[in-house]
C-alpha cells in the first residue's frame, strides 16, 4: 500500500493518540463557550477562561520546548495525558452533581493548556524519530490534516452533543478519549531517550529571541502568522456566540456554521500529502 507506513510502528501510536487527546481538548475548548454563556451568561467569563489558557500557552513554550529536548518525548506526551483526562473526569463529574463554578473551570483550563503546551513540542519532534527519511514530509502533512480535521468536525460534534447531552457528561467523554490515548502514548519509543546533558537556562531563551528578531524571514514570517491569528482566529467564538444569543437550544447550528468557517483550511495540507513529490 502506497501509504501503509501511517499505520506501521510508533508512527501510528504517535499520531493515533495525539489525535484522540487533540479531539478531547478541542471539544473541551468549544465547550467552555457554550458552557460560560449558557451558565453565567457572560461573554467575558468565557472569554477569560480562553484567554487564559492561550496566554499560558505562550509564556511557557520556551519551557516546554526544552522538555522536549532534555526528556522522554513519549513519556512526557502520555504523564501530561493522565493529567489532563484526571481534569476531564472531575469538572465532568462535578457538572454532573452542579458543582461548577466559572473559578473551577480557569483553574482546569490553566493545567490542561500547561499539559497541552508540553504536548504539541514533543509531538512534533517525534515525527522525524519515526518515519523513514523519504516520508518525513508526508508524515508533518498528515499531522496538520488531522489537526485541521479536529478544527473541521469538532465544533458540530459538539453542538450536536450539547443539543442533547449535559455538559458534565460531554467533559466526562473528554476524559475518556484523552484515557485511551495514553495507552497508545506510552508504548512509543523514543531512540533518542532522555538527554541529561541538555541544560536550561535564561540565556537560551533570550538567544532564541535575538536570533529571531535578527533573522528578516523568520521575523516577516512571525508578523504575518500573528496578524492572521489575530484577525482569524476568534471567528469561531463570535460565531458560537452570535448563535447562542439569537437561536436557544439549538447548538447544532452554531456548530456547523463554525465548520463551514473552518473548512477553507484544510485543503492545502491535504494536496500536500497526497500530491507526488517533485524531484530536482
Not at 527519511?133 to 468536525?153: H, Y
Not at 529571531?212 to 508578523?223: C, V
Not at 444569543?245 to 492545502?268: A, H, V
Amino acid at each position: 500500500m502506497k501509504h501503509s507506513w501511517i499505520f506501521k510502528g510508533d508512527f501510528f501510536k504517535l499520531w493515533s493518540g495525539t489525535f484522540l487527546s487533540l479531539l478531547s481538548s478541542t471539544l473541551f475548548y468549544y465547550s467552555l463557550i457554550w458552557w460560560s454563556l449558557n451558565e453565567t451568561d457572560s461573554v467575558l467569563s468565557g472569554s477569560l477562561v480562553i484567554g487564559l489558557g492561550l496566554g499560558i500557552s505562550i509564556i511557557l513554550s520556551p519551557f516546554t520546548g526544552w522538555l522536549a529536548d532534555r526528556f522522554h518525548r513519549g513519556r512526557i506526551i502520555a504523564l501530561s495525558d493522565i493529567i489532563i483526562s484526571l481534569l476531564f473526569f472531575v469538572i465532568g463529574i462535578l457538572a454532573i452533581f452542579n458543582f461548577t463554578s466559572t473559578l473551577l473551570l480557569i483553574i482546569a483550563r490553566a493545567l490542561i493548556s500547561i499539559c497541552l503546551t508540553a504536548i504539541e513540542p514533543t509531538s512534533r519532534s517525534l515525527i522525524s524519530d519515526t518515519l523513514e527519511r523519504d516520508v518525513i514530509e508526508k508524515g508533518i502533512a498528515f499531522q496538520e490534516i488531522l489537526n485541521q480535521t479536529a478544527q473541521v468536525t469538532v465544533p458540530i460534534i459538539t453542538g450536536v452533543l450539547f443539543t442533547f447531552f449535559p455538559f458534565g457528561y460531554v467533559w466526562i467523554l473528554c476524559g475518556c478519549l484523552t484515557f485511551i490515548s495514553i495507552f497508545l502514548e506510552f508504548l512509543i519509543k523514543d531512540r533518542r531517550g532522555s538527554q541529561s546533558e541538555v541544560a536550561f537556562s535564561r540565556r537560551q531563551i533570550f538567544t532564541g529571541f535575538t536570533n529571531l528578531i535578527n533573522n528578516k524571514p523568520l521575523r516577516n514570517l512571525l508578523y504575518g502568522t500573528s496578524i492572521q491569528q489575530l484577525l482569524f482566529s476568534g471567528f469561531p467564538i463570535y460565531i458560537a456566540i452570535w448563535t447562542s444569543i439569537l437561536i436557544k437550544d439549538n447548538e447544532w447550528i452554531g456548530g456547523f456554521s463554525i465548520n463551514l468557517g473552518n473548512r477553507y483550511t484544510s485543503s492545502s495540507n491535504y494536496s500536500f500529502f497526497f500530491g507526488k513529490a517533485r524531484t530536482p
